[in-house]
């Protein structure tokens, strides 16, 4: 499955951005779908994840409470909504899609289709 990311960009701490993850030429229903970053200088490090049907979902602890992933089926499309975006949120935000399964991890190893990634920034 070939994914895209959109929804990037530049926001001042305390702000909120949504990013995208599109199926090119697939839908997304069967894989488990998770969200990645790699601020610059870092390793890339597991941010969150939804499970086929969304049987569940999981977040790292640095974003727990201010970020959310979800699925709109309809548009064939995964969420991460970000709140409370903090300077240390920085970095090229990737979505991967792996094997369908009803327990997710955020562990790259479990996923095999890379979007090209996308841009964000926290800057006053």
């Known amino acids: 499955v070939q994914l895209v990311e959109s929804g990037g960009g530049l926001v001042q701490p305390g702000g909120s951005l949504r990013l995208s993850c599109v199926a090119s030429?697939?839908?997304?229903?069967?894989?488990?779908i998770g969200w990645f970053r790699q601020a610059p200088g870092r390793e890339r490090e597991g941010v969150a994840c939804?499970?086929?049907?969304?049987?569940?979902?999981g977040y790292v602890d640095s974003v727990e409470g201010r970020f959310a992933i979800s699925r709109d089926y309809a548009k064939n499309t995964v969420y991460l909504q970000m709140n409370s975006l903090q300077s240390e949120d920085t970095g090229v935000y990737y979505c991967a899609a792996g094997g369908g399964t009803r327990y997710c991890s955020i562990v790259e190893s479990q996923y095999n289709s890379w979007g090209q990634g996308t841009q964000v920034t926290v800057s006053s």
């Open positions: 030429g697939d839908t997304l229903v069967p894989y488990t």
């Open positions: 939804i499970a086929t049907f969304e049987a569940n979902t």
